[in-house]
């Protein structure tokens, strides 16, 4: 039960981390935590732990946890990581998605369509997460899928920032359109490299993504 318990607070908070409910550099108190979920302080401590070890919590002695904030050049050297491994699941995915796995992707690229046609930006990011599950999925390698969307969530806040660009949500899509015909091709280097570009941050987005990055830490640092 305790163990459950502690599950369910990794969980959430996995969640709210991810989805931009918790911000880097938010504290994670432990007694506000407790008392917020109704538990003591000891499965808030673990389920604290386990975050620490995937990266998205930082435990610091004496200053307790926070959501990760990594420095630039560690975000970067993340995105490059990203960028690879991406890269290395449209590749295996091109070989070896089935009919059915092929069906899901495109239902996922429409999900994507109808949010730009809407002007949904929140819904937009939601089911672009849809798409890229749907190509780790059909990547047919658990282990690969696995490091991918570890590395994902830990980059989650910063890729919600690259969507504020302006137009940066149609980008997105037609590049997801280019990465769907290469998939449904076969052709696994084109799958490969066309992933690889969408998730580098790189040339003029690196700029905005700075800027936008200056800005979120200026509005953390306020609060």
């Known amino acids: 039960m305790a163990g459950e318990r502690v599950l369910e607070l990794v969980r959430t908070l996995e969640q709210e981390i991810v989805t931009g409910v918790l911000s880097p550099g938010d504290r994670l108190d432990e007694a506000t935590l407790a008392t917020r979920f109704g538990v003591s302080r000891t499965p808030v401590r673990e389920a604290l732990g386990q975050l620490a070890s995937t990266g ?28 690879e491994l991406e890269g290395l699941c449209g590749r295996l995915a091109a070989r070896r ?9 495109q239902t996922a690229h429409e999900a994507c369509r109808s949010c730009v046609q809407a002007g949904d930006s929140d819904g937009y990011y939601a ?11 059909g990547c047919r390698n ?9 590395l994902r969530n830990r980059l989650a806040p910063y890729r919600r920032l ?7 949500v149609n980008e997105s899509f037609g590049e997801h359109e280019a990465v769907l015909a290469a998939i449904l091709d076969g052709d696994a280097e084109r799958a490969d490299r066309l992933l690889q570009s969408h998730v580098t941050v790189q040339g003029g987005s690196f700029a905005d993504f700075v800027a936008n990055l200056t ?9």
């Open 142 to 150: 658990r282990f690969l899928a696995e490091q991918t969307r570890t």
């Open 56 to 83: 998205l919590v930082e435990i610091k002695p004496r200053r307790g946890a926070a959501v990760a904030a990594p420095g630039l050049k560690e975000l970067l050297e993340m995105f490059e990581v990203m960028a």
């Open 162 to 168: 690259q969507l504020r660009r302006v137009d940066r």
């Open 127 to 137: 089911a672009n997460v849809a798409f890229h599950e749907a190509i780790y999925a």
């Open 97 to 105: 998605m089935s009919a059915d796995e092929r069906e899901a992707l």
């Open 215 to 223: 800005v979120a830490d200026q509005r953390q640092t306020a609060s």
